[in-house]
């Protein structure tokens, strides 16, 4: 395989294709390698024939289940292509790469419009700094509906969009707007959008706004360049016209990209938290190495590959670097590019800053790392989006013994790949658990195990992620003394749990005078808690939003010991929490359901018998209504059958995780019920 030349910082170009399933980035990403030379003929989703759609369950499905890396070079520059799924079970794989990029698009189908998972990814975007383009993709499909369509785009996401091209010849074409102040469109005014873009660019550069606003003309260079920093900044966000099928307006989007989208240098500089500040770094060619893991996959022939983002210096195959607080220095071997599953090597192993590269083999990374030149600041993390938490748990059943020594390490490699899929072992069965998004999000991780490890699992009903609290404070106490012959363990802990509001999470309080628990013993009494804190003796579920105060102990000048003082605080925590009022908490999720309006009020009805709560609709184009609303996980199981009954097929919902909220008593008392410590506890 040829390897590939790097480029200078100002030559890259970083993007990334965001919005819904079905919008066609997929085919849009597979038109823009075709236009700029990078493969000779485009692939099709539904013939399970791109570049990015290479795993099969993918191929499968027919849409993206993870981001693909893509890449093309063109006159000197390289643009690289984060394909991202648009499917909601898989947004975490949309979120992890928005900080490796300085341009997210967002393509919208223009039948299908804009939903709410969709505006959130924009906002993501938005509030990370990115420059953010809009792609009307499909135009051909949806002719007479592409007015209302732009009046849609800027009612939810505002008003700074602004058209570059707009179709013509019934869709079959696009003419440019920037560049021509007059022509043919299929609807609206070339002349009139060329001033609203000129007008709205011009007005990030004083010097041209008072020239233009003296009567004085802005030639077409000068007016580029300030589209270029208005884009940047986030004051303009181009909107193009394309159909990706027939490379319809593709011409246009590659230009923009590569002409007007900010390189890493003239981007907003990379933002990374270190410790409780958060600092810029530009991107620099010559400072010591930083690079952020946007992504890891596992391939079956180049093993592990870690995708970075090349913050500031340069990496090759002899770079040193540690990874994060881990001192190991490391070193890459070989620096590739990736290109779907092919991954070339750089030429002459060395990347620069701003780049988008792998590195093979390093079984340590991890999604969300940052990479650094050994001796500099060891506290970076990147700055992203939160990542959505789980909402739906499956429990898996090795089919065979063999299958059942390879699960625990294919869960992990499936997870090392994903960061919104947990895994774990159920306390009660010791069954391992899988935590996602949703059916489909398990679903395909089933068919990796399968088709990528070999291990065949059956699965159980859906396992409720349920919690627990207190409603009350309570003293808490217990001594631990065991003597076996030898050294023998003392360790006495008091304590009082007192409840938080819901969502505040955990505190712990160390208010112990005089040196009765020895500082050095503090950690470990801290540790302790936090294993209570794991299992409530409600449901076995993980205890939230309590404050913890030790209030005084004893220790042993001789058989004191860390183990000690964490199995005493342990057995103390579970003292209090007897007598402290335990709830359950159930966890409720937002709803937002797409409905032709004929069905609201069943739909309306439903939710109600399923104790959810309506919070409000949105009326959207074409009779559909919009249902915003929150109902408790465990009555949404078998939604997707029920509201497809209910509409005649036509209705779809997504949802994701609101907070966890006190279930009703008959709930608590039929989970309680059904719970079976195990004997360990």
């Known amino acids: 395989m040829p390897s590939v030349p790097s480029f200078r910082p100002q030559d890259i170009r970083n993007i990334a294709l965001i919005g819904r399933a079905g919008a066609g980035k997929t085919t849009l990403a597979e038109a823009l390698l075709h236009r700029l030379g990078a493969i000779t003929r485009m692939g099709s989703v539904e013939d399970a024939t791109t570049i990015s759609d290479f795993e099969p369950e993918a191929q499968k499905h027919h849409h993206s289940i993870s981001a693909t890396l893509l890449f093309a070079t063109k006159d000197g520059r390289e643009i690289n292509v984060i394909d991202t799924p648009g499917h909601p079970d898989f947004v975490g794989h949309a979120l992890a790469a928005l900080p490796a990029v300085e341009t997210a698009v967002l393509v919208i189908d223009a039948g299908a419009g804009i939903d709410l998972a969709t505006r959130r990814l924009y906002n993501a975007a938005g509030e990370l700094g990115l420059a953010r383009m809009v792609v009307v993709n499909k135009i051909d499909q949806n002719l007479a509906r592409l007015p209302r369509v732009l009046d849609e785009l800027r009612a939810a996401l505002g008003p700074n969009l602004h058209c570059v091209n707009l179709p013509t010849a019934g869709g079959k074409d696009v003419i440019d707007c920037f560049d021509h102040a007059a022509g043919t469109a299929d609807f609206g005014s070339v002349a009139q959008v060329h001033q609203e873009m000129l007008e709205s660019s011009i007005e990030v550069d004083d010097a041209a706004l008072e020239r233009y606003l003296g009567g004085q003309p802005i030639d077409l260079p000068a007016l580029r360049a300030c589209f270029v920093t208005a884009m940047a900044r986030g004051h303009v966000v181009p909107v193009l016209f394309t159909n990706a099928t027939t490379e319809v307006g593709i011409d246009d989007l590659a230009h923009v990209l590569l002409e007007e989208g900010p390189s890493p240098v003239t981007g907003r500089p990379r933002r990374l938290r270190q410790g409780d500040r958060t600092v810029e770094l530009a991107c620099d060619a010559d400072l010591p190495l930083i690079a952020h893991v946007w992504k890891i996959a596992n391939d079956p022939y180049a093993g592990k590959l870690a995708m970075v983002r090349i913050i500031q210096g340069t990496l090759d195959g002899q770079t040193p670097f540690v990874a994060a607080s881990d001192r190991k220095p490391r070193k890459a071997g070989q620096v590739l590019k990736v290109e779907g599953r092919d991954h070339p090597e750089v030429e002459g192993g060395v990347a620069c800053a701003g780049d988008l590269v792998a590195l093979a083999r390093i079984d340590e990374l991890h999604v969300d790392q940052i990479l650094h030149a050994p001796g500099i600041a060891e506290d970076l993390a990147p700055v992203r989006p939160p990542y959505p938490a789980p909402v739906l748990t499956l429990a898996l059943e090795a089919a065979t013994k063999q299958d059942d020594v390879k699960l625990g390490t294919a869960l992990q490699r499936l997870c090392e ?90 505190e712990f309080v160390n208010d112990v005078f005089g040196g009765a628990i020895p500082h050095q013993f503090l950690s470990a009494v801290e540790k302790g808690i936090g294993d209570a804190l794991e299992a409530g003796t409600l449901s076995g579920s993980p205890v939230q939003d ?34 402290a009022r335990p709830l359950l908490l159930e966890p409720i999720v937002n709803l937002e359901i797409v409905v032709p309006e004929l069905h609201t009020g069943t739909v309306t009805t439903d939710l109600k018998n399923m104790r959810g709560k309506v ?59 059904a719970y079976k410590p195990h004997p360990e506890e």
């Open 417 to 506: 790949e994903d960061p919104t899929l947990q895994y774990g072992q159920d306390r009660q069965t010791r069954d391992y658990t899988l935590s996602g998004q949703g059916e489909l999000h398990l679903k395909v991780v089933i068919e990796k195990l399968k088709n990528r490890f070999g291990v065949t699992v059956a699965t159980r009903a859906p396992r409720i992620s349920y919690r627990e609290t207190i409603a009350a404070k309570a003293e808490g106490h217990y001594r631990l003394k065991k003597q076996t012959g030898g050294a023998g363990q003392f360790a006495e802990v008091f304590l009082r749990v007192e409840p938080r509001g819901r969502g505040e999470g955990f």
């Open 546 to 579: 309590v404050r913890v105060v030790i209030t005084d102990g004893k220790a042993h000048s001789v058989d004191s010991k860390d183990i000690a003082f964490r199995t005493a605080a342990k057995l103390a925590f579970r003292d209090a929490y007897a007598r």
């Open 615 to 673: 919070l409000g609709f949105d009326t959207l184009p074409e009779g559909v209504v919009q249902i915003h609303a929150q109902a408790p996980l465990a009555e949404v199981g078998n939604y997707v059958g029920q509201l497809r009954g209910a509409t005649a097929g036509q209705g779809s919902f997504t949802m994701e995780l609101a907070h966890h909220d006190v279930a009703p008593p008959a709930i608590a008392q039929k989970v309680a019920a």
